[in-house]
């Protein structure tokens, strides 16, 4: 095959080029610390990396949501151990001592430490949470409960919580029992997936819903009487101010009290579970939040050892392709002639 | 027979003026060492005899013949070589122009160094899960949807600018640029028959010639040949036609000898129709909607490449297997839009974009979504309505069921269909960016390897081009000894004669 000149230049340039290219890739991935600068270099990884990033950014969501309902759960729980200290007082030590032969002063006494119980309880389940009525189911922008002067009444967002009649005396809708279980669901990456009536499978989010009447009872129970302690309380206080003092009326009431307070323990114990239940997830969260940044490190990062490597080579092979360059014009047959 | 005396004298001059021309044409190589298309040329040499045979009587002389005759100046090209070049340098047009097209779009739409509309969806996700879990506002849910219809404003604005001025470069420059190339090429035509005939070679401008045919082929797949003309009974020269072989086998003449044809192009409805008038001005169509379907009867060459860049969109106009060009991501960047406002519009329970629920609304009052006209309704962003938290009228302040349910289906599959049923992709509107980013990126990444591939087989064709065409300084070296030699040796003929005679003459 000939080989011309204008041959020999055209092959040097594009081979010079290339190598420039070469250079200025292995330059990139130097400078940008990235596997690859688009996506037309690597699609694969490019989809990878986009799905990976979207996970740990939701990651990182969920983990701050999680560390916000846990104080939430923590100001629930704080607001139900003042119940609990409360109604302890009443069920195991006053309420014993007014039974234990009191005379109609002492008995007034208790039962005005009774009234003023009373009125403590209903300051706990009416605590707030920054903006939030912590025991008020799903309605916590509004004062839940409410205690009528006489201690005699305790409505539920105005519903009678003995009766379940609103204030007009009418059967309230949606009812007590409606109210009660209600819920407030967030996703924290269960996999939020409702049903096909619409309503979320309660697997796959977190209920952050509390309402103070699972808490402290409500309506009465097949004798008649009430369930509510702080009901329970007025009528303790209102057999002990009769007089002379009711203390079979008020052994009974007592009874039911301590049925109440046991309930009352219960769901104490069940916000105990939720929150380990959190600490739990938060813990989980935290652990994904490290395997997904290792991932993403590994597709997305390059290797720096490699990629220096790399673009020290290609400036070699570049140095050397410029030596060559000089020695291309190379003197021809026309410079030997005389 | 006998001698002319002077005849030797004729045989010198003849060698020197030979040899002179030689030197000449090496002087001429030499010269056009660099310049671009330049095929080398070679002096023709016979020598001549002009001795017949004697009809009257026998002899015993020698028959010597009379010297060297420059019968003329040749081409050393291979045409054969220039067809392979051709229809190569017509490949490589075609994927050169999709790979600088799907490079625009690349700058448009690829996020691996910018992340934007899939930051602004992750930051959705968040505000959203913020205001379920009652610690967000609607007013922050709402800026973040008003970052990422930001963003897919600027998107789609770039990507008219994009078609706006593929369109206008094609219609106007790209034109001009082909029909100035046939216009050149029929002047050249005409002036190198007139020169041949006169009996001119006219190699320099068939150089040009050569030159602007290859120019012709990048745009177009182009077939060369050369008819001979007649100008007296076994006198011819040869002239050019050029013609287009479309992909369903029709052929096309652009040239013919001094007639070319001319190309015009227009655009309706963001369809670039092509038409061609021959040589018999007849008009062709080339590119354009034929019976309803979009159609590109050329095979190769940069009108092909630039063409199915504007016309084609894959799926959406009617052919799955069509090249993916401007349109189809036109068309899916605005069916994700249009799928995601009344999404999300009617989970808020409007029905359409001026329902006074409506959360989007559409800058030009139309019902449909896209990402151009998409905007927040102005009940929206003056707050006049928020996101429903909830559906049902007697619902507690803290009922956040429609916020869950907007964050559900947010995150489910959507089937993206074209129009006539055809499956774009099944996943939620996060992933279905990410699909298009990655459709377009494994395109690019075909393309430019065609394209090396391409370019790497053309430059092997035009080395051997080269090898064949190209001026050698080393040869032409030697040629300029060797003729100066020859020039040398005929001058000394030419002295050595003359003292031959010089002696005849002195004897008388």
């Known amino acids: ?338 | 027979m006998l001698r002319a005396t002077f005849s030797g004298f004729t045989t010198a001059q003849l060698a020197m003026a030979a040899s002179q021309r030689a030197l000449d044409i090496t002087g001429q190589n030499l010269a056009n060492v660099n310049t671009d298309g330049y095929t080398r040329q070679r002096l023709d040499l016979i020598s001549f005899n002009s001795n017949n045979g004697d009809y009257y009587v026998t002899n015993s002389s020698a028959r010597i013949g009379n010297g060297v005759i420059a019968k003329g100046v040749s081409q050393l090209r291979d045409p054969f070589l220039d067809i392979q070049y051709r229809r190569q340098i017509s490949n490589v047009g075609a994927y050169d122009s999709k790979d600088s097209v799907l490079s625009d779009l690349a700058a448009i739409f690829d996020e691996t160094n910018k992340g934007s509309i899939q930051t602004a969806f992750q930051d959705i996700d968040k505000q959203l899960l913020a205001l379920s879990s009652g610690d967000g506002a609607d007013n922050m849910v709402r800026s973040s949807m008003e970052i990422l219809l930001n963003l897919i404003h600027g998107n789609s604005t770039e990507l008219s600018s994009v078609r706006e001025h593929m369109t206008t470069d094609f219609e106007d420059t790209t034109q001009k640029t082909v029909n100035g190339i046939l216009n050149d090429i029929k002047e050249l035509n005409k002036s190198i028959k007139v020169s041949q005939i006169l009996g001119n070679p006219a190699l320099e401008q068939m150089d040009q010639r050569n030159s602007k045919l290859d120019e012709l082929a990048t745009y177009l797949p182009i077939d060369v040949s050369y008819k001979d003309f007649d100008i007296s009974k076994g006198n011819s020269v040869s002239v050019l036609q050029v013609s287009i072989t479309t992909s369903d086998g029709s052929r096309i003449s652009l040239i013919d000898d001094d007639k070319i044809g001319e190309f015009t192009a227009s655009t309706t409805n963001n369809v670039t129709q092509l038409n061609v008038k021959d040589t018999e001005n007849a008009s062709h169509q080339l590119a354009g909607v034929e019976n309803g379907a979009v159609v590109n009867h050329l095979g190769s060459g940069t009108y092909k490449g630039t063409l199915d860049m504007l016309n084609s969109a894959g799926a959406f106009n009617g052919n799955i297997s069509s090249e993916k060009g401007l349109g189809y991501y036109e068309e899916s960047f605005d069916m994700m839009v249009s799928k995601f406002a009344t999404l999300l519009n009617t989970l808020n329970g409007a029905d359409s974009p001026d329902h006074p629920d409506a959360l989007f609304s559409t800058l030009d009052g139309s019902t449909d979504f896209t990402a151009a006209n998409i905007k927040i309704s102005d009940a929206w962003k003056n707050g006049t309505i928020e996101i429903k938290k909830s559906m049902d009228p007697n619902a507690t302040s803290d009922d956040k069921s429609n916020i869950n349910k907007i964050q559900e289906a947010l995150k489910a599959s959507q089937d993206f269909e074209t129009a006539d049923g055809s499956k774009i992709y099944k996943g939620d509107f996060y992933n279905f960016y990410v699909n298009m980013q990655a459709v377009l990126g494994i395109d690019q990444q075909s393309t430019s390897t065609v394209l090396k591939n391409s370019i790497s087989v053309v430059n092997q064709t035009t080395k051997s081009r080269l090898s064949v065409s190209g001026v050698n300084m080393d040869e032409e070296g030697v040629n300029l000894m060797h003729y100066q030699q020859s020039y040398t040796a005929a001058c000394r003929l030419m002295t050595s004669l003359n003292e031959v005679l010089e002696n005849l003459l002195n004897v008388i």
């Open chain 1, 1 to 338: 095959m000939r080989i011309t000149t204008s041959m020999m230049i055209s092959n040097y340039q594009s081979n010079l080029n290339a190598s420039v290219n070469n250079l200025n890739n292995a330059q990139m991935h130097v400078l940008s610390q990235r596997n690859f600068n688009s996506v037309s270099e690597n699609p694969a990884a490019a989809i990878r990396a986009a799905s990976l990033e979207r996970s740990y950014a939701k990651n990182e969501d969920y983990i701050s949501l999680v560390k916000d309902l846990h104080s939430r759960v923590d100001s629930q729980e704080s607001s139900i151990k003042e119940l609990v200290t409360y109604a302890e007082q009443i069920a195991k030590d006053e309420g014993l001592k007014a039974l234990n032969g009191t005379n109609t002063a002492q008995a007034k006494v208790y039962a005005e430490s009774f009234r003023g119980l009373q009125q403590s309880m209903v300051r706990s389940l009416n605590m707030k949470f920054g903006d939030n009525y912590v025991m008020a189911g799903s309605d916590c922008a509004n004062l839940p409960f409410q205690l009528s002067e006489d201690g005699k009444t305790l409505t539920f967002r105005g519903i009678d919580v003995s009766t379940g009649l609103d204030k007009d005396g009418n059967p309230a809708n949606p009812s007590l029992e409606k109210m009660a279980k209600e819920t407030m669901y967030v996703d924290l990456g269960f996999g939020l997936t409702s049903d096909a009536s619409g309503a979320i499978l309660p697997s796959s989010a977190f209920d952050i819903a509390l309402s103070g009447l699972n808490v402290v009872g409500f309506g009465k129970d097949a004798n008649g009487m009430d369930n509510n302690l702080i009901v329970l309380a007025g009528q303790l206080a209102e057999s002990l101010e009769s007089d002379p003092p009711d203390l079979t009326k008020m052994e009974s009431i007592l009874g039911q009290f301590n049925k109440g307070f046991d309930t009352l323990v219960n769901a104490e114990t069940n916000l105990g579970v939720k929150s380990n239940f959190l600490d739990n997830t938060q813990n989980r969260l935290e652990d994904t939040a490290i395997t997904l940044a290792t991932q993403i490190d590994a597709i997305v990062n390059a290797d720096m050892p490699t990629a220096i490597t790399n673009y020290s080579y290609a400036q070699y092979a570049y140095n050397a392709a410029l030596r060559v360059g000089v020695n291309i014009l190379s003197p021809s047959f026309i410079d030997f002639m005389k």
